[in-house]
T-cell receptor, first 113, second 116 residues
Framework: DVKVTQSSRYLVKRTGEKVFLECVQDMDHENMFWYRQDPGLGLRLIYFSYDVKMKEKGDIPEGYSVSREKKERFSLILESASTNQTSMYLC????????????FGPGTRLTVT | AQKITQTQPGMFVQEKEAVTLDCTYDTSDQSYGLFWYKQPSSGEMIFLIYQGSYDEQNATEGRYSLNFQKARKSANLVISASQLGDSAMYFCAMREDYSGYSTLTFGKGTMLLVSP
């Protein structure tokens, strides 16, 4: 089975802190994605990567950056956390190709105080 | 404009009844795909079913079927014989294809509650 893991289920950070959210997949997937999920807004794509060291902005990249140094690991970075970044963050991965579904991690609920 | 519209914020159904969750989409592409995901209260996203734009038959996976009406741009999820464990948030998503990669755009979701 595909396994996507995220470093924390729950995280509490202070405004202005630098925050790292880590995602690891074990199925050699080329594509990896970061979403945030907010009530009433569904999932919105922050960044994605289709290869090592490659990254593309999604719909809401402002305030975030990403890093993909190894194929299995995709990190989301909040350079200076703000309260409006309090959200559920979901990581996903998929094989290259256009028909493959995305497999999701369990999510990280981040609270910025 | 929204690319994926789920007009039902919440749906209630009794156990063993069938339920339809609505999804309409907006695209000018000829090649695209539609997915449904389930998110229980535990938070994980579970893939349910996929329909490609060129697939002539409606997709089915066990109790799940996708009622695909291309001309109307709708991709409704039908759950037959609902079970208590079907209570969850359901998301419709559309795959958009680019050169070398594709992304998913999600709707806002429908919360389904199944009562005994």
């Amino acid at each position: 089975d595909v396994k996507v893991t995220q470093s924390s289920r729950y995280l509490v950070k202070r405004t202005g802190e630098k925050v790292f959210l880590e995602c690891v997949q074990d199925m050699d997937h080329e594509n990896m994605f970061w979403y945030r999920q907010d009530p009433g807004l569904g999932l919105r794509l922050i960044y994605f990567s289709y290869d090592v060291k490659m990254k593309e902005k999604g719909d809401i990249p402002e305030g975030y950056s990403v890093s993909r140094e190894k194929k299995e690991r995709f990190s989301l970075i909040l350079e200076s956390a703000s309260t409006n970044q309090t959200s559920m963050y979901l990581c996903a991965s998929s094989l290259r190709g256009t028909t493959y579904e995305q497999y999701f991690g369990p999510g990280t609920r981040l609270t910025v105080t | 404009a929204q690319k994926i519209t789920q007009t039902q914020p919440g749906m209630f159904v009794q156990e063993k009844e069938a339920v339809t969750l609505d999804c309409t989409y907006d695209t000018s592409d000829q090649s695209y795909g539609l997915f449904w995901y389930k998110q229980p209260s535990s938070g994980e996203m579970i893939f349910l079913i996929y329909q490609g734009s060129y697939d002539e038959q409606n997709a089915t996976e066990g109790r799940y079927s996708l009622n695909f009406q291309k001309a109307r741009k709708s991709a409704n999820l039908v759950i037959s014989a609902s079970q208590l464990g079907d209570s969850a948030m359901y998301f419709c998503a559309m795959r958009e294809d680019y050169s070398g990669y594709s992304t998913l755009t999600f709707g806002k979701g429908t919360m389904l509650l199944v009562s005994p």
